[in-house]
Structures are given as structure tokens and as C-alpha cells.
């Protein structure tokens, strides 16, 4: 399996979820550290796409976790690592194509995810990762927008720490 990075947008949030729409596939978003002599910030991360409909949450993934996959027909996520690191999947099924990124305190930034690309997160490293996310479309569990398989699903995405 043939596994690339997501395109980096440097533009706004709203323009890439744009982008990341039109093209079907991930795109990541950098985000800029604000610093003074009190400590650091993300600001004005989600901005310009949230909308009453939409949902924020916060998750923790435990080293050694992989969650995926899934995927979504109607909403669109932003995610956003604040703690630690996850190696971010996101695998079209239709095209055959995979991307892969990591994300976390050393790169910050925003990965856009549009339906339906299947995806999902491993944690990378010894410490556990805190996963800030948006979705587009709150989660209804009368009739939940997503489809679920096992991590293992897409034969040969490599999940494991690449030695390069």
C-alpha cells in the first residue's frame, strides 16, 4: 500500500475545509504557537467553520492504542493533537489511495478529514495523546453517521513506528 502525507494548506481553515471537500482527501492545516513571557497558546484554531449544528470534544488514546477505522457520510472533523503525538490515517477506499501524518505538541495543526474517507489514530509514543476534535454534524446515537472495521481492515497500512 502506497502511503503519502496530506497536502499542507498554509491558508485559512475555511478554505481548506473548501479544498479538502472539492478534492476528497486530508488536508493539514499548521497552526502558529503564540508565546510570551507567560506561556503559550493555539488561538482562533476552529474559526470560521463551526456551525450550531457541529460538536467540540476532547478524547485521551492511551499509548499502544490504535483506533480505526471509520468514516462518516454527512460530517466533516477537524482534529487537533494538544497532548502528545498520534499518527493520523485516513484511507480512501473508492480511489486506493492512504495518507498518513503525524500530529501533536511538536507539530500543531489542524488535519480536515471530508466524508467518506475512512480514518483513525495511533498513539505515538510513551505517553498518552489528547485529541481536540470538531465535527461538522453532533453525534446522533439514534442513527449514528459512521461506519466502523478494524484497524487491520486496509492491508498493509502501516500503523506500527516506521524505522526510517
Not at 34 to 42: N, Y
Request: with cysteine; aromatic share 10%; net charge negative.
Amino acid at each position: 500500500m502506497k502511503v503519502t502525507a496530506p497536502t499542507t494548506h498554509n491558508g485559512p481553515l475555511p478554505d481548506a475545509f473548501a479544498r479538502a471537500t472539492e478534492l476528497s482527501e486530508p488536508l493539514f492545516v499548521p497552526a502558529q504557537f503564540f508565546t510570551d513571557d507567560r506561556g503559550w497558546s493555539l488561538m482562533n484554531q476552529m474559526q470560521g467553520v463551526l456551525a450550531p449544528q457541529g460538536q467540540v470534544n476532547f478524547s485521551v488514546q492511551y499509548p499502544g492504542v490504535i483506533k480505526a477505522w471509520h468514516r462518516h457520510h454527512k460530517q466533516t472533523d477537524f482534529w487537533m493533537c494538544l497532548l502528545g503525538h498520534l499518527k493520523v490515517g485516513v484511507h480512501d477506499q473508492d480511489a486506493g489511495r492512504s495518507w498518513s501524518l503525524v500530529i501533536g505538541e511538536k507539530r500543531p495543526g489542524t488535519v480536515v478529514i471530508p466524508p467518506p474517507l475512512w480514518h483513525g489514530a495511533a498513539t505515538v509514543g510513551q505517553t498518552p495523546a489528547g485529541l481536540l476534535y470538531y465535527v461538522t454534524h453532533a453525534y446522533d446515537p439514534a442513527a449514528p453517521d459512521e461506519d466502523r472495521c478494524a484497524h487491520d481492515a486496509f492491508a498493509g497500512f502501516p500503523w506500527h513506528v516506521e524505522h526510517k
